[in-house]
């Protein structure tokens, strides 16, 4: 999941969502009603990223 260090979160309005920012560029997007544990991801929470956001100062943000 989030392996920066972390500069922020926001709950989504519908809190269902878990939006995290990190110092490197990240934006992560955590499906907070997922009800399994996601397969790629070590631990047994069942959170899961849904999808995140790098952005860079030189390049052109990319969408995973």
């Known amino acids: 999941m989030i392996s920066e260090t972390i500069s922020g979160m926001a709950l989504h309005t519908d809190e269902t969502r878990l939006l995290v920012g990190t110092y490197y560029g990240m934006l992560q ?13 070590i631990g047994t929470s069942s959170i899961s990223e849904s999808y995140r956001w790098i952005v860079w100062d030189t390049r052109q943000s990319l969408y995973w």
């Open 29 to 41: 997007v955590l499906d907070l009603t997922s009800t399994k544990p996601s397969p790629h991801e």
